[in-house]
């Protein structure tokens, strides 16, 4: 038994097939910073799109891009040369590619990303900037790949904003997925433990030097909550209607570098056996892996005896890797669910799951031919 969620028809019309699919140009908005270089190891070596320009701060621009210290645990990656260009040029350079990846800090997207739109390019965005705009949705691949529908229109041409999630709600919110849909849920409560990376390479860099770090992460809770509801909430014409389900969540940083763990605690709607609801899960699948796109996981979450990885495949040559949360700690008591789930924060939570993203766009045709 396999479980399909998603359209069954393709969102907006025949896209290319997998293996005739032109190569897009691309731009990374962000030079140094992590998520900025997650983008730049994933589309190293992208069969679909193209890196052809890497956009920086004032501190970066005019550099050569192969000069910016390399802050991944994986060795930089074989990138053609460039010059980091600068974000006052961009408005002007958009001639120069189709497909925008952006990394920048919220208080630079809102002045960029519309306007890119407006000009007819497509935006994926990792900041937090537009998540909740009506206009704006906000999508993880394969959990709510039918959010896309907002974005129909006539025509194939118009450039749109997409953007992916806060990092750590794709590990509570993509495995409670199957339990919404087909059993259905009464409330549900989410505890993370948060890696440093997950506040950028200054929050990284300053735990190294010092070995301290503050638990807290304002406004971060809220911020799960109501992109969890909209995740799991209904698309519509005008937007996204909110899932009416209660969610709790508790949030704090912890001492580790890569990969943030959730705690979950879901009520269902029902009763039932422990082997149903994990039949329910290993078998789910999603848009992206009907349509085998390059970077989906073979299953969106996986069953573990040993939650945190203790390596991972280099992601700029295996796209797949670090993109399966991994769930253990699994049990079922009469309704309440609990589990624990892990997800590397900078690739699946972060430019991973956004060059997903804009892979499932590519197929459904929503960027044309």
Not at 5 to 14: D, E, H, L, N
Not at 272 to 296: C, I
């Amino acid at each position: 038994m396999v479980l399909e969620v998603y359209t069954a028809v393709p969102i907006k019309k025949s896209g290319a097939s997998r293996n005739d699919m032109r190569v897009r140009k691309v731009a990374v908005l962000g030079a140094s910073g992590l998520v900025a270089q997650r983008f730049q190891q994933r589309l190293a070596n992208h069969p679909w799109f193209e890196l052809v320009a890497v956009y920086g701060s004032p501190r970066t621009e005019g550099a050569n891009l192969e000069e910016i210290e390399w802050h991944l645990p994986e060795p930089r990656p074989s990138i053609p040369s460039m010059k980091i260009r600068s974000m006052n040029s961009l408005m002007d350079d958009v001639e120069d590619f189709e497909v925008v990846f952006s990394a920048l800090p919220s208080d630079v997207a809102i002045t960029v990303e519309k306007p890119l739109a407006e000009a007819g390019l497509f935006v994926f965005s990792n900041a937090s900037t537009h998540r909740m705009d009506d206009d704006v949705p906000l999508i993880v691949a394969d959990l709510n790949p039918h959010h896309l529908l907002t974005l129909c229109d006539d025509d194939s041409t118009t450039g749109f904003v997409a953007c992916s999630t806060n990092c750590t709600i794709v590990p509570a919110a993509l495995p409670l997925k199957p339990l919404w849909d087909f059993i259905g849920l009464d409330g549900v409560s989410i505890a993370t433990e948060q890696s440093l990376s997950g506040g950028g390479i200054n929050l990284l860099t300053s735990f190294r030097e010092t070995n301290e770090h503050s638990s807290d992460i304002p406004g971060e809770a809220e911020k799960m909550r109501e992109e969890c509801l909209s995740l799991l909430g209904r698309a519509q014409e005008d937007g996204v209607r909110l899932a009416n389900l209660p969610v709790q969540v508790m949030v704090q940083r912890v001492n580790r570098e890569y990969g943030h763990i959730v705690n979950v605690i879901a009520d269902l709607h029902t009763e039932k056996s422990e082997q149903e609801v994990r039949e329910w899960m290993e078998n789910y699948r999603s848009r992206p892996q009907a349509l085998d796109l390059p970077s989906a996981p073979d299953t969106p979450f996986i069953f573990v005896d040993d939650l945190i990885p203790e390596n991972i495949p280099d992601p700029a040559t295996d796209l797949k890797s670090g993109m399966a949360v991994r769930i253990g700690e699994f049990d079922v008591e009469g309704d309440m669910v609990t589990f624990r789930a892990w997800s590397e924060n900078t690739i699946r939570g972060a430019a991973g799951g956004t060059v997903l993203l804009a892979e499932l766009a590519v197929a459904e045709g929503m960027l044309g031919e």
